[in-house]
């Protein structure tokens, strides 16, 4: 079985200052991982996935995110918050490549001025 | 642009009326999805095809019916909507390096 938990589902940040998107997974099996960013009324867009190659993702955007398998964590982050940024992002885990991917229930970033 | 359509993008039904979302991709993808969205709930798939002429149960099938038409299209069907099927829809294919989306149908059932 495989499940995803993020672990805030609402984070703010000042325009300029780091971003951190916190995701745990569980997966019986090697995972593939990929985040998702969803503005609003929009549907979602891949950011960056992860396939057993470098444990450092580089995505769009200027996000990234590191694949911990000590720690089975895959947190999104970016140096400096973009007021565009404000969005809904899902982290997803996967063990059949994108087949019947499990969702996580997503994280809500807002960006202050 | 390649991609996955939907439409309608807005319905508004009323109680017991019946519709049919259409999707279209045109990536060649083989897998194909449904999921709804619901506030703080989530995507929740509904039903899912891993190939054409193949279709199964996602968390959340009773109330749909879906059709994989072709390996392009993949359509939902609400036999007889219910106000609890008031959500958004997305349907997206997928392949190795992930999921593409549609923009995601808003309806409403009254």
């Known amino acids: 079985a495989q499940s995803v938990t993020q672990l805030d589902s609402h984070v703010s940040v000042s325009e300029g200052t780091p971003v951190l998107l916190r995701c745990n997974y569980s997966?019986?099996?090697?995972?593939?991982l990929f985040w998702y960013v969803q503005h609003p009324n929009k549907g979602l867009q891949l950011l960056l996935k992860?396939?057993?190659?470098?444990?450092l993702v580089k995505g769009i955007n200027g996000f990234e995110a590191e694949f911990k398998k000590s720690e089975t964590s895959f947190h999104l982050t970016k140096p400096s918050a973009h007021m565009s940024d404000a969005a809904e992002y899902f982290c997803?885990?996967?063990?059949?490549?994108?087949?019947?991917?499990?969702f996580g229930d997503g994280t809500t970033l807002t960006v202050k001025p | 642009n390649a991609g996955v359509t939907q439409t309608p993008k807005f319905q508004v039904l009323k109680t017991g009326q019946s519709m049919t979302l259409q999707c279209a991709q045109d990536?060649?993808?083989?897998?194909m999805y449904w999921y709804r969205q619901d506030p703080g709930m989530g995507l929740r798939l509904i039903y899912y095809?891993?190939?054409?002429?193949?279709?199964d149960k996602g968390e959340v099938p009773n109330g749909y019916n879906v059709s994989r038409l072709n390996k392009r299209e993949f359509s939902l069907r609400l036999e007889s909507a219910a106000p609890s099927q008031t959500s958004v829809y997305f349907c997206?294919?997928?392949?190795?390096?992930?999921?593409?989306f549609g923009s995601g149908t808003r309806l409403t059932v009254v």
């Open positions: 997206a294919s997928s392949d190795l390096y992930g999921y593409t």
């Open positions: 997966s019986s099996y090697s995972p593939s």
């Open positions: 992860y396939t057993s190659a470098a444990t």
């Open positions: 997803v885990v996967s063990y059949t490549n994108a087949g019947k991917s499990t």
């Open positions: 990536m060649n993808h083989n897998s």
């Open positions: 095809s891993a190939s054409e002429g193949t279709t």
